[in-house]
């Protein structure tokens, strides 16, 4: 019981840790770029799905699915030429592996994470 409670509690601070340093360019008074914009955006989002993950473990899939979207289309619009496709690429694997999760195709070992 104590590894449970430790691992939310880490889970908690990593998710806390994300906000704060998502924030921080806007803190500091940085020049605001798209770079940066694209930057908050995924680090905020992927420490929403680790709040909503931590305290409701049956939402994995649907939570992986919307970070494969955000992050695809946020670093689709956001960044330049190079990285951008690159966000796409990821964001596309990421929403495929959530697909196949949903469809229960995936390794036993590998989809032990999503039904717990």
Not at 19 to 41: E, N, S
Not at 47 to 53: C, G, P, S, T
Not at 70 to 78: D, E, R, W
């Amino acid at each position: 019981m104590a590894n449970v409670k430790m691992f939310k509690l880490l889970g908690v601070l990593l998710a806390l840790v994300l906000i704060v340093w998502a924030i921080a360019p806007f803190l500091r008074h940085q020049p605001i770029t798209t770079d940066v914009m694209a930057t908050a955006i995924i680090l905020i989002l992927i420490a929403v799905a680790y709040f909503i993950i931590l305290f409701n473990p049956s939402w994995t899939k649907a939570v992986f699915f919307f970070e494969g979207i955000v992050i695809g289309v946020s670093g689709y619009m956001l960044l330049d030429y190079p990285y951008s496709l690159e966000f796409v690429i990821v964001g596309l694997i990421i929403v495929l592996i959530a697909i196949l999760a949903y469809l229960q195709k995936l390794p036993p070992a590998i989809l032990k994470w999503f039904y717990r």
